[in-house]
């Protein structure tokens, strides 16, 4: 039936990953996602590099991005991510803690998808991680649908 879909988790708490995965597979989310654990690996895992060189993989459906990652901040990733040809249309989605309005503007200026503030509430953070899931994974027709 095709390519298998998968989605890129970067996040480099491992609380919050747990609770993303958690609650896309609540939502029946069968999709394989992989996990970054900083901004350079998901840049490597993009773009075939360092230890995924090679990988010969389809690009992942969407990204869920944080923003505070440890080596290349989340907002590079993103710049990279709409630089290159190869990745310019692939949805991204920023999840993260921060409600600063420079860090909103400067996702959507960069050609975030999405915004997607954590709730420190873990019930309502679980509830927002399913909704997106359905929408972006199920709903969403992206362009080479």
Known sequence: ????????????????????????????????????RDGQEALDYLFGEGRHAGRGRTPPEIVLLDLNLPKVSGLEVLRQIRANPATRLLPVIILTTSD??????????????????????????????????????????????
Do not use: C
């Open 1 to 36: 039936m095709g390519k298998k879909r998968h989605l890129l988790l970067v996040e480099d708490n491992p609380d919050d990953e747990l609770l993303t995965i958690r609650a896309l597979k609540k939502k029946n989310v069968l999709n394989e996602i992989v996990v970054a």
């Open 100 to 145: 600063e309005e420079s860090d909103r503007m400067g996702s959507y200026a960069r050609g975030a998808n999405s915004y997607i503030r954590k709730p420190v509430d873990f019930g309502q953070f679980g509830e927002a991680i399913e909704q997106l899931g359905l929408y972006w994974l199920v709903l969403n027709r992206g362009p080479k649908d």
